[in-house]
């Protein structure tokens, strides 16, 4: 899922979207209008009109939006995912394809010679931060005795 285009992610993310009133009518208006007018190239104004017409139930909208922005390319979906996640975040972030996307992120890590790179590197900063705080607080102390004592 990972390697998805955000076209596939919104295939995927359709069914969750459309269903159960996740979103209300609010947050889907400003959702096309953002994509139209931060966006006026994603959806023209006429687009924008034919999506946000009271006379059409609001999942029948949605779902000709979201197939709209499938048609025009990767590019439009990906700022449809943008607007989602500013006007609605934590829908967002219950989005099907983003869990897919927690869970693959964190495996792909071979967590073994991290570790061991790590240490690696741990040992030798702690080495060098211990000679250099060592002398610090007799360096900070030469440097503020004199306004010390101008208190």
């Not at 069914?15 to 023209?44: A, C, G, H, M, W």
């Not at 999506?51 to 609001?58: D, I, T, V």
């Not at 709209?68 to 990767?74: R, S, V, Y």
């Not at 607007?83 to 495996?107: C, G, M």
């Amino acid at each position: 899922m990972a390697d998805q285009s955000y076209c596939q992610r919104l295939q995927h993310d359709m069914y969750f979207l459309t269903s159960n009133s996740r979103l209300n009518e609010q947050v889907v208006d400003k959702i096309i209008l953002q994509l139209n007018r931060v966006y006026p190239q994603i959806l023209t104004d006429t687009e924008a009109e034919k999506f946000r017409n009271p006379k059409a139930s609001l999942h029948t909208r949605l779902s000709y939006l979201i197939k709209h922005l499938q048609k025009k390319g990767d590019r439009h979906c990906q700022e449809f995912y943008r607007a989602l996640q500013i006007n609605a975040e934590q829908l967002y972030n219950d989005l099907p394809s983003r869990k897919i996307l927690k869970t693959t992120d964190s495996t792909e890590i071979d967590t073994d010679m991290e570790k061991c790179m790590l240490n690696d590197r741990d040992t030798k900063v702690i080495g060098r931060a211990r000679r250099i705080l060592g002398f610090s607080p007799i360096i900070i102390g030469r440097h503020l005795w004199p306004l010390s004592l101008a208190l």
